[in-house]
Each structure stands twice: as structure tokens, then as C-alpha cells.
Nanobody
Framework: QVQLVESGGGLVQAGGSLRLSCVAS????????MGWFRQARGKEREFVAA????????YYADFVKGRFIISRNIVKNTVSLEMNSLKPDDTAVYYC???????????????????WGQGTQVTVSS
């Protein structure tokens, strides 16, 4: 059974940092593109960051560039999201996802991803 389990969410003050982690199990994810998405209350799920299997190609939404860093450990089947300079607008449930294929061009689209975690809440207070 494929599972993605996120951790590391919580409450933090504006300007603070959090590190989210996602552990994938149930199959090999070494060739998958891994992504992070978020969904704020009353809003649609949106792309945050993605990383190709090589770990070289990284992609970020404009609103997190320079603040968030995505990384992965293929051996441990984990993907992380380091979040710095957090803002109240970053408050959302953050989801880890895996595309389930060797290559998907539309890394920014939620429809690309086959496997999803349950999400972890991030709350940034002002």
C-alpha cells in the first residue's frame, strides 16, 4: 500500500521557520517527481514546489522563491520542504505528492500527481 506521510507542521510566528518532511512507502519513488502543494481555507489547492528524481531540477511557485527550499533523499524515500521567512499568507494545509511516473512535464499541476499525503497544518501568526 502506497503511503505518503507528512510531518513538521505547526504554529509559528511571522518571520519564523518550519521544516516539513514527507516519508513515502509502499513502492520505489526514486524516479518520481515529488511535489508540495498547499490549500488554505476557502481556496483551491496550489502548487508550492517540486523536485525531479535527479534532485537537480527544482521548481518553485513565485510566492515562495527565495524563502522555501525543497530537497529529497532517494535512499530514504523522503522529501522535505524548508520554509523560512514565513508569512501569515503561508497558513494552509501542506500536502506532499508523488507523480507515480518517470516524467511528468506539468509538475505545477495537481492533476499530475497520483499519490498524496493527508496533509499537515501550517499556521503563521502575525
Amino acid at each position: 500500500q502506497v503511503q505518503l506521510v507528512e510531518s513538521g507542521g505547526g504554529l509559528v510566528q511571522a518571520g519564523g521557520s518550519l521544516r516539513l518532511s514527507c516519508v513515502a512507502s509502499g513502492r520505489t519513488f526514486s524516479r518520481d517527481t515529488m511535489g508540495w502543494f498547499r490549500q488554505a481555507r476557502g481556496k483551491e489547492r496550489e502548487f508550492v514546489a517540486a523536485i525531479r528524481w535527479s534532485g537537480v531540477n527544482l521548481y518553485y511557485a513565485d510566492f515562495v522563491k527565495g524563502r522555501f527550499i525543497i530537497s529529497r533523499n532517494i535512499v530514504k524515500n523522503t522529501v522535505s520542504l524548508e520554509m523560512n521567512s514565513l508569512k501569515p499568507d503561508d497558513t494552509a494545509v501542506y500536502y506532499c505528492a508523488a507523480d507515480g511516473s518517470d516524467y511528468s512535464p506539468d509538475y505545477y499541476s495537481a492533476e499530475t500527481y497520483r499519490y498524496w499525503g493527508q496533509g499537515t497544518q501550517v499556521t503563521v501568526s502575525s
